[in-house]
Nanobody, 115 residues
């Protein structure tokens, strides 16, 4: 049993920054991949950034150069630092984890970027 809880979303002006957090609890000794996805109204859920247990990272083009994914293993927490936010970044952001033997999702946190 694994729980993923996102926090840190909110309303921000274009050009501003937010840091999202995802706290993991439960049986999390076998994390293979964690990441952030987002879904805007009427749009498909899409990958934002991912990180492996070896700390290898990857970014979708939309956030590349503006977003940074990281983890604090002592706190069992993953972060997404988002800088230079644009109105098109507005979406619900979801925490994802592949923790053997299954995959898990958080409930999502709303990010709204005003123009």
């Amino acid at each position: 049993q694994v729980q993923l809880v996102e926090s840190g979303g909110g309303l921000v002006q274009a050009g501003g920054s937010l840091r999202l957090s995802c706290a993991a609890s439960g049986s999390i000794f076998s994390i293979a991949v964690m990441g952030w996805y987002r879904q805007a109204p009427g749009k498909q859920r899409e990958l934002v950034a991912g990180i492996t247990r070896g700390s290898s990272t990857n970014y979708a083009d939309a956030g590349k150069g503006r977003f940074t994914i990281s983890t604090d293993n002592a706190k069992n927490t993953m972060y997404l630092q988002m800088n230079s936010l644009k109105p098109e970044d507005t979406a619900v952001y979801y925490c994802y984890a592949y923790i053997l033997p299954g995959e898990y999702w958080g409930q999502g946190t709303q990010v709204t970027v005003s123009s």
